[in-house]
């Protein structure tokens, strides 16, 4: 039978007004049958959804004489814009609109379809009826049911349907409900008497419950969670999402801890043109444990303020705050993200550039303290809190190759206030009434202009670079002094700042691990000079002592933060590295580097209190990182004194990735324990706290389907566990992943706490229990969902 493809109707058109080169289709019969041997495409505008030409297609067509019936028979199938309707033979009817398609039926509209052994669909009233269908959601999900009624082009309803979102064979999870609406514009199904199985168990029933059909946004209620910490005891929570609309939506989270009481959590996510942002907050009314009422607030805003005088106007603001400092320590189920925060900013800046080499910003920003009182000497209380900014203005300007040179300003003025409390606390450690003042306050000026010249050539470079560092206080005392005594509340200070940086690159083909390589040798010094300026009378507002690394052995300043500092310098740093990379993919197998700064002229500018080394040379530094194979690697790195030949700390790690899945690591960290002042008996100030740790983690399979994961902190110091954690994950044959997780963290010196997370993921429905997925990510190096990952639907996958 010759293949007959056919223009037959335009539907709710005046037949006049549409016209092809296959000829009008008013009164088609048999005589136009050989004009139609070719498809013909027709491209309409501006026409309504009704407005919609239909195109057949079919082995063989049958019309009636009176031009009303007409039949299509082998691989028949009728297209429109909106829908396609496919079957071993359709019969339409002109007058009424009815199609009767017998034999593998299958409609597809609006992005779901419906196949079963019989259709009846009216193309005008967008209504029909299905016996035994077979369906599949624009959002994935698929299922049957006895029957499924067409009520018009926005509604069906199913009886006697399952539903899911797994589309195994033999389904993981599935949805049975006496009856299903899906209504396509709301993107809403709603079931009535439905019950969830898993593995063929019902687990849950609801007389109603509602499920969206797109990948779209929809109002409902999210799957619960679960918690179990020993600060908070066992947890729950509920979440429920309004969408409101496209842009902006609402999360409300009620939540209960056995131990602690009902908490309401809600978070609102907005996106606008010109602005975006997220404000989350917690509330409980009433701790019992803690007899106090808790909370939580976040706020983060972006937004274009628009042009003005030729600049570009932002507004950023970042709220944290927190009701008390063991908020954190207590509900956190992000152990060792949130619970080791000691400070929470809150900050609002408007920022400005692109007006030619210019940027800049106004900011405000301001500390919540969120220390351990009960492990910490109190008298260190004025340690426990931060400068706060009111207000701070940056202007910086940068120009690059202008003539060859690379110039660059930054300008700031900031107002320095200090947390005011009205008590004060004794050597003796107790606390007592007093005006509130634990430190001065000020107004800071600074600016920083530099001029380089940088020369690069093949295989060396040169960069010549003079700075003029000039800052201006303003200080307000009140009873206190600067570390020189004095209590000047005018000061300036300028230094001129001189420094060349320059380094070498040769190569080389070898051989490394029997392949062959190309090693680089990359000599690098860099030369430094600032001369000496009594600081000893400037305040410190924002400034420490910075730790010596390979990043700081080649700058100008040892201290960092502000300027409140600057050391007098005149020294030498050298540094040396070679790496190997493969010939062929570029890919580097091992790095080796070595730096040490040699001191022309010990530095005399100091902090308060700070430990002065008056040793020629600086610690030695060495670093070295391995790619053994392309699964296995390892690094290390040293920082030795060598004038008393000791460590000052280290770090070594041993990294093996076989195979997706499966991972092992084992990791050492060395530092040594801070210097004492032998003349109180006092640790200098600045310095890291000592430590002496190993950590060990992995994720490996225990069989096909089951998977272990863990990691252990030991402190060697301490003589304790800091962490451990271990779980189980199991992965289903088929859209479901479990896991079971166990967590025991520190949270300060003498406080510890411990979390169970057990999990039900199931594909297309969501996660079930508690989550513990941020804490493996963050604790585990290299962790892989055990779950497959999904992949983008193609807009072809489901071309009919």
């Known amino acids: 039978m010759q293949k007959i493809v056919g223009l037959i109707f335009l539907l709710l058109m005046p037949v006049v007004n549409a016209q092809s080169n296959a000829g009008e289709t008013q009164g088609l019969d048999s005589r136009d049958l050989p004009r139609l041997q070719e498809s013909t495409l027709l491209t309409l505008e501006n026409t309504d959804k009704n407005d919609v030409m239909t195109f057949t297609d079919s082995s063989d067509i049958d019309v009636t004489n009176d031009n009303n019936r007409i039949k299509l028979s082998g691989k028949a199938q009728i297209r429109r814009a909106d829908l396609i309707l496919k079957g071993d033979s359709i019969t339409y009817d ?3 609109g009815e199609v009767q398609a017998e034999g593998n039926a299958r409609l597809f509209r609006d992005g779901s379809l419906i196949t079963g052994p019989r259709l009846k669909y009216n193309v005008d009233q967008k209504t029909g009826l299905l016996s035994s269908p077979v369906y599949r ?28 979102a797994c589309n195994c064979d033999k389904k993981a999870w599935y949805i049975s409900a006496n009856k299903v609406d899906l209504y396509n514009d709301e993107n809403e199904g709603i079931a009535e008497n439905g019950a969830l199985y898993i593995g063929g168990v019902p687990v849950l029933w609801s007389p109603y419950f509602t499920f969206p059909i797109k990948r779209e946004k929809k109002t409902g209620w999210l799957m619960p969670t679960f918690s179990s910490t020993s600060r908070s005891g066992f947890g729950l929570s509920l979440p429920y999402f309004v969408n409101l609309a496209p842009n902006y939506d609402l999360t409300l989270t009620p939540q209960w801890y056995s131990k602690r009481g009902t908490m309401l959590g809600a978070e609102f996510r907005y996106i606008m043109p010109s602005y975006q942002g997220i404000v989350t907050g917690n509330y409980m009314p009433k701790d019992r444990k803690h007899d106090d009422k808790r909370w939580s607030l976040d706020w983060q805003h972006r937004q274009r303020l628009g042009r003005l005088l030729g600049w570009n106007i932002g507004l950023n603001i970042d709220i944290h705050g927190v009701s ?29 550039s692109g007006y030619k080499y210019w940027s800049g910003y106004l900011m405000w920003k301001k500390y919540q303290s969120l220390h351990d009182l009960t492990s910490d000497d109190p008298r260190n209380y004025r340690y426990y809190y ?5 207000p701070e203005l940056m202007i910086r300007g940068t120009r690059y190759d202008w003539n060859g040179f690379d110039i660059s300003t930054q300008n700031t003025w900031t107002r320095f206030r200090f947390p005011i409390h009205r008590s004060r606390i004794r050597a003796d450690g107790t ?25 690069i050539r093949s295989g060396w470079y040169v960069t010549p670079k003079v700075g003029l560092h000039a800052s201006h206080y303003r200080t307000d005392w009140f009873r206190f002094s600067s570390q020189a005594g004095t209590q000047d509340k005018s000061l300036s200070r300028v230094l001129p700042i001189f420094s060349v940086d320059s380094g070498m690159t040769f190569e080389r083909e070898t051989t490394l691990f029997g392949k062959p390589r190309v090693q680089t040798l990359e000599p690098r010094l860099y030369y430094v000079y600032i001369p000496y300026r009594d600081q000893s009378d400037i305040p410190i507002y924002d400034t420490t002592l910075g730790e010596f690394n390979f990043g700081t052995a080649f700058s100008e300043n040892r201290y960092m933060g502000g300027w409140d500092r600057i050391n007098d310098i005149h020294a030498l740093t050298a540094g040396l590295t070679s790496r190997w990379y493969d010939e062929e993919s570029g890919r580097e197998r091992m790095a080796l580097q070595v730096a040490q700064r040699f001191y022309i002229k010990q530095s005399e500018v100091s902090l308060p209190n700070e430990r002065m080394s008056e040793q020629s040379r600086s610690e030695f530094l060495a670093n070295g990182k391995v790619l053994l194979t392309d699964t296995f690697t390892t690094e290390a790195g040293v920082q030795v004194d060598t004038y008393g030949r000791k460590i000052a700390q280290t770090y070594a790690t041993i990294r093996w990735f076989p195979k997706r899945l499966t991972s092992l690591s084992l990791t050492y960290r060395y530092q040594r324990d801070p210097f004492i002042n032998e003349t109180n008996n006092r640790v200098y100030p600045y310095q890291v706290n000592g430590k002496n740790n190993v950590s060990v983690a992995g994720q490996w399979p225990l069989s096909q389907r089951l998977y272990m994961v863990g990691r252990h902190d030991y402190s060697l110091k301490e003589n304790r566990s800091t962490q451990s954690i271990i779980g189980l994950e199991y992965k289903g044959r088929c859209c479901w992943t479990s896991r079971v997780v166990f967590q025991r963290y520190a949270v300060s010196q003498e406080k510890t706490n411990t979390a169970l997370y057990f999990q039900l993921e199931l594909t297309g429905l969501g996660p079930v229990g508690s989550d513990p997925m941020e804490t493996l990510r963050t604790s585990i190096p290299g962790y892989q969902n055990v779950k497959d990952p999904e992949t983008d639907q193609s807009p072809f996958e489901r071309y009919e």
């Open 386 to 390: 931060q400068y706060e900014r009111e």
């Open 94 to 96: 002109r007058l009424t």
């Open 137 to 164: 959601l624009t959002n994935g999900g698929s299922g049957q049911a006895s029957s499924a009624e067409l009520i018009d082009d926005n509604h069906m309803q199913l009886k006697e349907a399952i539903y899911s």
């Open 431 to 455: 606390i007592v009434g007093g005006d509130g003042r634990q430190r001065w306050d000020g107004d800071r000026l600074v600016s920083y202009t530099q001029i380089s010249y940088p020369i």
């Open 324 to 352: 008390d400092n063991d908020y954190y320590r207590d509900f956190t189920t992000i152990a060792l993200n949130q619970a080791d925060e000691t400070y929470l900013a809150k900050s609002a800046s408007l920022t400005f």
